[in-house]
């Protein structure tokens, strides 16, 4: 009932920047808010930055500083501008919405996922 899509991955040198967007779509009544996690190969899933309806944000500390979560809510779209990108943030970055649907119901629903690459 929900579509979750990233865009804007890629490949990047080591203190470059990468923007990446995220729109969902779907049967949504309202998006209480969305998020970037992202997963490299042997490590587990963690979430990078958050950003509400109401635009409180929230960053895990390996790219407080770095990275930048915002949000359009007419276009149900988050970005992730990243700068000063690391070796260490190469991973696949995956989007969350968290979504209200038939005026009651929470979910949390994922894309597929965005590679970025930042070489040494």
């Known amino acids: 009932q929900v579509q979750v899509m990233e865009s804007g991955g890629g490949l990047v040198q080591p203190g470059g920047s990468l923007r990446l967007s995220c729109t969902a779509s779907g049967n949504i009544f309202s998006i209480n808010a969305m998020g970037w996690s992202r997963q490299a190969p042997g490590k587990q899933r963690e979430l990078v930055a958050s950003?509400?309806?109401?635009?409180?944000?929230r960053y895990a500390d390996s790219v407080k500083g770095r990275f930048t979560v915002s949000g359009d809510n007419a276009r149900n779209t988050v970005y992730l501008q990243m700068n000063s990108l690391k070796p260490d943030d190469t991973a696949v970055y995956y989007c969350n919405a968290d979504v209200t649907i038939n005026n009651r119901h929470q979910y949390r629903y994922w894309g597929q996922g965005t590679q970025v690459t930042v070489s040494s």
């Open positions: 950003i509400t309806s109401g635009g409180s944000t």
